[in-house]
Antibody, heavy 130, light 107 residues
Framework: EVQLLESGGDLVQPGGSLRLSCAASGFTFSNLAMSWVRQAPGKGLEWVSAIGGSGGGTSYADSVKGRFIISRDNSKNTLYLQMNSLRAEDTAVYYC???????????????????????WGQGTTVTVSS | DIQMTQSPSSLSASVGDRVTITCRASQGIINYLAWYQQKPGKAPKLLIYAASTLQSGVPSRFSGSGSGTDFTLTISSLQPEDVATYSCQKYNSVPFTFGPGTKVDIK
């Protein structure tokens, strides 16, 4: 079964750190770009970060640049989001997604759709509060 | 950065009605636009990509159109299961910004 399972969400104090994990199964993880998307309570979707299949080509939203680091361990089929210097405005449900925008040198496309499936995790909740 | 806006922010329509949601980019994005549906407590679901390509398994009552700066998502005949929030996302370049969303419910 094609699946993404996030973990690591927690209550953390402002200024603290947290690492989210997203375990992938049922597909060739190393071939595909992956991303993180978040949704603050009562708010819309916000793209956070993306990473290429080999681990290169990382990108970030301005709101998290310099504080968050996306990475992956293809031997463990796992995507990570290291979140540092957390702020109250980082409080959100964080989703990992195989359905990921990706731009090569010549064009952009939605990656992860080759098998016809749109794959997202169930979300993990991060609350930043004292 | 390119800003994404949507209109209306919410709408209420009857079952069977034709519903149109508009997404506008502050600069041209060619056709690098996707539409998502999200129900409360659930992950987003991809409906449309490349402005008008229907994702596999999505009912044909959903369609997308547009290019450049102006895009539309149309539900040809609204069904009760279509109650959700619909968001556009541009992906011509980083950041891959989402629109603010349009909440659709049944009158």
């Amino acid at each position: 079964e094609v699946q993404l399972l996030e973990s690591g969400g927690d209550l953390v104090q402002p200024g603290g750190s947290l690492r989210l994990s997203c375990a992938a199964s049922g597909f060739t993880f190393s071939n595909l770009a992956m991303s993180w998307v978040r949704q603050a309570p009562g708010k819309g979707l916000e793209w956070v970060s993306a990473i290429g299949g080999s681990g290169g080509g990382t990108s970030y939203a301005d709101s998290v640049k310099g504080r968050f680091i996306i990475s992956r361990d293809n031997s463990k089929n796992t995507l990570y989001l290291q979140m540092n210097s957390l702020r109250a405005e980082d409080t959100a449900v964080y989703y990992c997604a195989r359905t990921t925008p990706y731009c090569s040198t010549t064009s952009c496309y939605i990656s992860g759709l080759a098998d016809g499936r749109d794959v997202w995790g169930q979300g993990t909740t991060v609350t930043v509060s004292s | 950065d390119i800003q994404m806006t949507q209109s209306p922010s919410s709408l209420s329509a009857s079952v069977g009605d034709r519903v149109t949601i508009t997404c506008r980019a502050s600069q041209g994005i060619i056709n690098y636009l996707a539409w998502y549906q999200q129900k409360p407590g659930k992950a987003p679901k991809l409906l449309i990509y490349a402005a008008s390509t229907l994702q596999s398994g999505v009912p044909s009552r959903f369609s997308g159109s547009g290019s450049g700066t102006d895009f539309t998502l149309t539900i040809s005949s609204l069904q009760p299961e279509d109650v959700a929030t619909y968001s556009c996302q541009k992906y011509n370049s980083v950041p891959f910004t989402f629109g603010p969303g349009t909440k659709v419910d049944i009158k």
